[in-house]
């Protein structure tokens, strides 16, 4: 640290002066050892600023003013997550989704159900947006007018970290949203633009006339096509076009400006103080616009996410970045960092295709489309991890590429064609019950609204045949998540199967988003019933039970285990083979409502050839038979080492 030596006395005598002389060492060796992985990306975005030492300092400075602040307890969390690098990617993390009013009110509440979340096996909590959003429509809580509150009607940051405090306690940790790309146009920033502030304006993307916004239109696309038109919103009162790619309410922030940098990386680090350890990063392939392009996935959004990933690791190393990058998979690994970046970006990022590939199967009987997207996915780097889903708040857009259908027979305009009408009840004999959002007749794009239990059949269920069946498509579901690798995330209310919620058309605010017809309140009475295997949500509720405990204790399991799609020679049952120094084990899933049987075979050319043990209910299985699975039934198959020689 030769060269910033004058950096490093300055904040001895600043931020860190009241610390002890272990504490200030300590952050002067993660300063040293960070400090390359901070400047590569920050020279990037700012290097050719004449001012970029001063603003490289400032954030330096932000840096050990959060670390000094940070609690003892955290900071033995930090220690803790230094010394067990895999925490996240081992077997045992699973999460649960939820929306902190509908699960129970406020964030009190929530702490009130720790014992339910331990029960079902939960380890990781990500509380739906909660940091103070505009009154009014707000995209569920995603235009935040201020970071540094949480919803009146929820409680206070206070809360919010005692709520972390406590669920650590108890093995859990907590994720939140951090919205990147913009703010409500209610925030403090904004407003200071309205009132004429030219710094607080150069926050923003704004345009004096529409030359440059005509440009840009000419390659983005439109997200909410039904919600208004475009990608700019004219405000008379200022006399400006501001990007607004979401909402006319959501400005798009400037992180060409460094001062906007700044100001999320405080924030960031003001809210890994409170406690939480994971922060969802929303719209992050939004970040950074370039002329001629479609404003997405760009470079500089990378360096943005290394650089803030970087910096915090220096005041708060436990704390992990989630990427929400809902792209396609040449675009979506990145985020998990490549080439330089392994291993520096976010460590972990949604598995959009597992879950578009998951309703595909089920929708077609058949599993050729997903084993084979599944093997084009490119490897992540060892320290990272994938989230993966059956559900999550949002719609499902169906990220199905023209090459994937084609190598597989199919034509991909007319399968997403398929999949729009089957899962919104249009098809004939179709089992779903959900409902199109944000139809684009541009590209007669039509993405898919409704529950988990919806959408797999037991809203329409009307004989106790169809519902086994549909309680049969739930289990299978989650059996694909919870043994794909990574950290499984089971949306709230899946584990009991609760269906659409129509009662959203109620509220003004929410009555033009049919979103919020999957994102129902929690029904306890329900819940109650967990326990009785004769009702429908009990049966759902146990079986997943025992498929997080059998994954609890399946080591083979760990994120950084390979996993492989491989072809079972039965079009209809989808295979999977994870492989690792732990373990191996083979996953298969039966995605019709017909048995189908896996020959012994094709077991042996997967170097499966001796005994086998059925993870999920603990079955041996001899070295001849072939595997026969009853209709949408999942196994986990490993080989039986007690008969080993």
């Not at 300055?10 to 400047?39: H, K, N, W, Y």
């Not at 947006?129 to 509150?149: C, E, F, H, I, T």
């Amino acid at each position: 640290m030769v060269e910033n030596g004058p950096l490093f006395e300055s904040l001895l005598q600043g931020p860190l002066r009241m610390l002890e002389s272990l504490e200030q060492e300590i952050f002067g060796s993660r300063l040293e050892l960070t400090l390359a992985d901070v400047e590569r990306p920050l020279r990037k975005l700012y290097g050719d600023r004449g001012d970029y030492k001063t603003w490289r300092n400032h954030l330096i400075r932000i840096v050990a003013r959060r670390y000094a602040s940070r609690s003892h307890d955290l900071r033995r969390l930090d220690l803790q997550r230094l010394e067990e690098v895999d925490w996240f990617q081992q077997s045992h993390m699973v999460g649960y989704v939820c929306y902190a009013d509908r699960f129970a009110g406020t964030l009190g509440g929530v702490g009130e159900k720790i014992d339910y979340l331990k029960e079902l096996g939960v380890t990781y909590l990500h509380l739906m947006p909660l940091l103070k959003p505009r009154p009014g429509a707000n995209d569920g809580g995603y235009a935040v007018m201020d970071y540094r509150q949480v919803m009146e009607s929820l409680g206070t940051m206070d809360d919010l970290a005692q709520l972390a405090t406590k669920l650590r306690d108890q093995g859990i940790s907590l994720c939140i949203d951090l919205v990147c790309n913009h703010t409500a146009k209610e925030h403090e920033w904004a407003q200071k633009a309205v009132r004429g502030d030219l710094d607080y304006q150069n926050y923003y993307l704004m345009f004096p006339d529409r030359e440059l916004p005509d440009q840009y239109e000419q390659t983005v696309r439109e997200i909410f096509p039904e919600f208004k038109s475009g990608s700019f919103t004219y405000y008379p009162e200022i006399e400006r076009w501001v990007w607004t790619t979401f909402n006319e309410f959501q400005w798009d922030l400037n992180y060409a400006n460094p001062a906007v940098f700044a100001e999320m990386l405080d924030v960031m680090l003001y809210l890994a103080n409170q406690g939480i350890e994971i922060l969802r990063l929303d719209a992050v392939a939004f970040m950074w616009k370039r002329l001629g392009t479609d404003c997405e996935n760009q470079p500089e959004a990378h360096y943005i996410l290394q650089a803030l990933r970087a910096l915090s690791r220096i005041a708060a190393p436990g704390l992990l970045l989630k990427a929400e990058a809902i792209v396609p998979p040449p675009q979506l690994v990145p985020y998990l960092g490549r080439g330089e970046a392994t291993n520096k970006e976010c460590e972990v990022a949604y598995h959009n295709v597992l879950m578009v590939m998951l309703w595909s199967s089920l929708a077609e009987r058949k599993v050729a489309l997903m084993t084979h997207a599944l093997q084009q996915m490119p490897p992540i780097p060892s320290r990272s991890s994938w989230l993966t889903y059956v559900r999550c708040h949002d719609d499902i857009g169906w990220a199905v590429t023209e090459e994937d259908a084609a190598a597989v027979g199919l034509n991909g305009f007319l399968h997403r064609f398929f999949l729009s009408d089957f899962y919104s009840g249009r098809f004939p004999g179709t089992f779903a019950r959900g409902a199109t959002f944000q139809f684009n007749p541009k590209n007669n794009d039509r993405r898919i609204s409704g529950s988990c239990a919806s959408l797999a059949g037991l809203e329409a269920a009307d004989d106790a045949e169809e519902v086994n069946r549909a309680i049969g498509r739930i289990l299978l579901l989650h059996s694909m998540i919870l043994a794909f690798g990574g950290i499984p995330l089971i949306y709230m209310g899946d584990e009991i199967g609760l269906l659409n919620d129509h009662s959203y058309e109620d509220n003004r605010d929410l009555a033009r988003d049919n979103r919020w017809m999957h994102r129902p309140f929690m029904d306890w009475e329900k819940v109650a019933d967990r326990h009785d295997w004769t009702s429908v949500n009990g049966r759902i509720f146990q079986g997943m039970r025992r498929l997080i405990q059998v994954r609890k204790k399946t080591t083979a399991l760990h994120a950084e285990a390979a996993a492989y799609a491989v072809w079972t020679h039965n079009e209809h049952v989808f295979g999977l083979l994870r492989e690792s120094p732990r373990g191996r084990v083979l996953v298969l899933g039966n995605f019709s409502e017909w048995g189908q049987a896996v020959s012994r075979g094709r077991l042996k050319e997967l170097g499966f050839d001796g005994p086998l043990v059925e993870l999920i209910i603990d079955q041996n299985l001899d070295a001849w038979s072939d595997i026969y699975l009853e209709p949408y039934q999942a196994m986990w198959l490993t080989e039986d080492e007690r008969d080993a020689d």
